[in-house]
């Protein structure tokens, strides 16, 4: 019974909910409070710290609250930093276009003034 009552804890867990939720949730069901929470404790992933609570409840202590397991909230993008990267990028690889665009011409001139600089030069000194 202890087993069947795990997987259904687990269950509860996997969609979120609290693990306290989950052992008041059988217990509102009928299930033996004691086993429910020796089921509560077998669970692989509790932590240490729970595991002697399961002790206390096979003595014969009342357990008032489980502790819960600790929230991992997921980690958030902040999206606006991501669009600030890119408008600078995006000037960065319009300067640089700009660059190799002016390189070009400067050596296309340099190009033109070796096979035809003595006649550019002829031309201007008339």
């Known amino acids: 019974m202890i087993e069947e009552i795990s997987g259904g804890l687990r269950n509860a867990l996997e969609r979120g909910a609290s693990l306290e939720e989950a052992v008041q949730s059988f217990i ?10 020796q089921a ?3 669970l692989s992933y509790l ?4 595991r002697p609570v399961a002790e206390q409840v096979q003595e ?17 993008t902040n999206y606006s930093l991501t669009s600030s990267r890119s408008k600078p ?5 319009i300067l640089v276009i700009i660059l190799i665009l002016l390189l070009l ?9 070796i096979f035809f600089g ?3 030069l002829d031309s201007f000194l008339g």
Do not use: C, D, H, W
Request: hydrophobic share 35%.
């Open 89 to 93: 990028r995006a000037k960065k690889n």
């Open 105 to 113: 011409i400067l050596v296309g001139g340099l190009v033109y003034f």
């Open 60 to 76: 014969g202590y009342k357990m008032s609250a489980l502790p819960s397991l600790p929230n991992q909230q997921p980690q958030k």
């Open 40 to 42: 509560a404790q077998s």
């Open 28 to 37: 509102k069901a009928g299930y033996n409070p004691i086993e429910v929470r």
């Open 118 to 120: 003595k006649e550019l």
């Open 47 to 50: 932590p240490q710290t729970m």
